[in-house]
């Protein structure tokens, strides 16, 4: 054992004992980006509505007042209805509200607006339940998302809103408490 032991301690000291070494540096570095990032604020709801006869189809549009998008927290919105009218002791309509947050540096606004974020959502959804057929929304939106800064931002992080609401096609009859669900997706492009 003492004979491994005096060979290693010679080698060790004729590596260092030859004066040839060097020593160089490098830069580490990374690029933090913020996650992209959509959550819901609000659901769409449009409220209780009578047909005006349980064997005709009805329409009920949800649309927003103004020709530009103007997020706000109780937006402009209307219903406009064929062959059936809001219940009387209906809960108010409120479309769906979206907040999108993204990196500043790689998403940054294009005149007030959301820029580099490809954002999709579904053009339509079956709401079920009830009695009878399922009724049918198509999706449509005021984007493009309009950009905000909210109460506590954080830094290098931008964030926009947008909302959602559409037209609700009822079959003939279909009557009862209808729900379905769709999907809101963003990626940076």
Not at 33 to 58: Q, T
Request: positive net charge; contains cysteine; hydrophobic residues 45%.
């Amino acid at each position: 054992m003492k004979p491994i032991l005096i060979s290693a301690l010679a080698v060790g000291s004729v590596l260092m004992a030859d004066g040839n070494s060097d020593a160089a540096q490098a830069r580490a570095k990374v690029q933090i980006v913020a996650p992209v990032k959509v959550k819901r604020l609000s659901h769409i709801d449009f409220g209780s509505i009578v047909v005006d006869d349980y064997n005709r189809p009805a329409k009920v549009h949800m649309r927003f007042k103004g020709g530009l998008s103007n997020w706000t927290p109780t937006p402009a919105t209307e219903l406009s209805f064929e062959s059936c009218a809001r219940y009387r002791s209906s809960a108010p309509h409120t479309p769906g509200a979206f907040q999108v947050e993204r990196d500043a540096l790689v998403a940054p606004s294009f005149f007030g607006y959301m820029a580099g974020v490809k954002l999709t959502c579904d053009q339509s959804v079956v709401l079920a339940g009830g009695h009878g057929a399922p009724v049918l929304m198509v999706v449509d939106t005021d984007l493009p998302a309009e950009d905000f800064v909210p109460a506590s931002p954080v830094g290098g992080v931008l964030y926009s809103r947008f909302q959602v609401a559409g037209s609700i096609f009822i079959p003939a009859r279909s009557l009862g408490y209808k729900e379905g669900q769709f999907n809101v997706s963003v990626a940076y492009m």
